[in-house]
């Protein structure tokens, strides 16, 4: 049997959303170990002159708690 955590992260990119969740996963997995997954919670953006800056976003990260 395997008993799980999830703890939420706020990452953010300015490339792009799939960027901003490739570089929290990965620094999530520094400090977390057996990370199994991640959701996507939300999604925003920060906007300059009509242009975007950087992407965020909110994810909730799963990983199992050593037996």
């Known amino acids: 049997m395997s008993v799980a955590r ?11 959303f799939d960027d901003a ?5 990965k620094r999530a997995s520094k400090t977390l170990k057996n990370v199994q997954g991640a959701w996507i919670k ?11 800056v950087e992407y965020r976003v909110v994810m909730k990260i799963t ?3 050593a037996d």
């Open 63 to 65: 990983f199992v708690l």
């Open 21 to 25: 969740i490739e570089k929290g996963v």
């Open 42 to 52: 939300d999604q925003k953006c920060t906007v300059e002159d009509g242009k975007i």
């Open 6 to 16: 999830v703890t939420e992260v706020i990452s953010s990119s300015k490339k792009s």
